[in-house]
């Protein structure tokens, strides 16, 4: 990676008016440029505007007039940009345009209980090379999903964009974020920036905010006072040295290259014997749907582990550098 000048924005998007939000990323993406940067993200679905009322959805082809216009506007500018929209499913999907094309596309992988019902879930984890950085995307409460910022980083991304259409106001965002972000960047020695959808759409008043995080969890920038965009320079040396494997402490270890995959992948064997570890007598116990699983459904195969959730035993049930444009 080499080092990168990244603008994060939080704005305001119509739903059923993309050519509004196409004129006011247009904005964005001018004083990005002025600000030299390398790469400008709106949050998801900011150029259709989000819903989850199928009435709502107007579906943009990645060939049609407006996305063209967005990549006419990355070659105009000299700033790739990163940005969200209904795509045709429908989907939700967030593409980078670098130079006048479409250097990868994202689709939701995990949506949320409104989207799930109207929207089609993609199945693969792109990472984007521009050149200068490799990007992974993950939208919104994909965030909460670990995995993810880990496929990523195995595969080499250097920054992870999280944009998002979150209605959490503003304290509780920066609380949120405050508590997952620094673990998904401090865990895979990447870079990780937020960034959310303000004012309402859809029916929805989502409550705004940015933050970017270093390769170590470090705070580098944040901003929760409505629309607006953040830029800062990411420096790569911490990312590389540590990478590189070459600390001799534990202070600066790439913890990816550390993990006993022989143990940690999944298999029957392995969930059989955590779920006998929390019965009382060695003999599993039958619990309620959807809080437990019984020795029975175990037997069914590997098609049943990605649906597992962990059950703990009963005693433990009780304790639970920056400008602004």
């Not at 705070?219 to 607006?228: Q, R, T």
């Not at 590997?302 to 962990?310: A, D, K, M, T, Y």
């Amino acid at each position: 990676m080499e080092p990168v000048r990244l603008s994060m924005v939080c704005m305001h998007s119509d739903l059923g008016d993309s050519e509004g939000n196409l004129e006011r990323m247009a904005g964005f993406v001018e004083a990005a440029r002025r600000q030299r940067s390398d790469i400008v993200c709106f949050p998801e679905m900011s150029l259709s505007g989000y819903t989850t009322d199928p009435s709502g959805i107007a579906p943009l082809s990645r060939e049609g007039p407006l996305v063209t216009k967005v990549l006419d506007l990355s070659a105009e500018s000299g700033v790739d940009i990163c940005f969200g929209y209904a795509g045709e499913g429908p989907c939700i999907e967030q593409s980078i345009a670098s130079g006048g094309r479409i250097a990868g596309t994202y689709r939701k992988t995990h949506l949320g209980g409104r989207e799930a019902p109207v929207y089609t879930a993609g199945s693969e984890f792109p990472v984007i090379d521009l050149g200068y950085a490799r990007v992974g995307i993950q939208l919104c409460w994909e965030s909460h999903v670990t995995r993810i910022t880990e496929i990523y980083a195995r595969q080499g991304a250097d920054l992870i964009l999280m944009p998002h259409a979150s209605g959490l106001g503003p304290g509780r965002r920066r609380d949120a974020w405050d508590r997952i972000l620094p673990a998904r960047a401090y865990d895979n020695t990447v870079f990780v920036a937020a960034c959310n959808l303000y004012g309402e759409c859809g029916g929805v008043r989502f409550g705004g905010g940015i933050t970017v995080r270093d390769c170590r969890g470090n705070l580098l920038a944040e901003e929760y006072g409505g629309e607006k965009m953040v830029t800062v320079d990411l420096d790569p040396d911490d990312m590389e040295r540590i990478r590189s494997g070459r600390s001799s402490t534990m202070a600066d270890l790439y913890f990816l290259d550390k993990y006993r995959l022989d143990i940690l992948r999944p298999s029957v064997r392995n969930v059989y014997s955590c779920v006998r570890a929390c019965a009382p007598h060695g003999r599993p116990r039958r619990t309620r749907k959807g809080v437990g699983i019984s020795i029975e459904r175990v037997r069914q195969g590997p098609s049943i582990l990605r649906r597992l959730r962990p059950q703990a035993p009963r005693q433990d049930r009780r304790h639970q550098g920056v400008l602004q444009g």
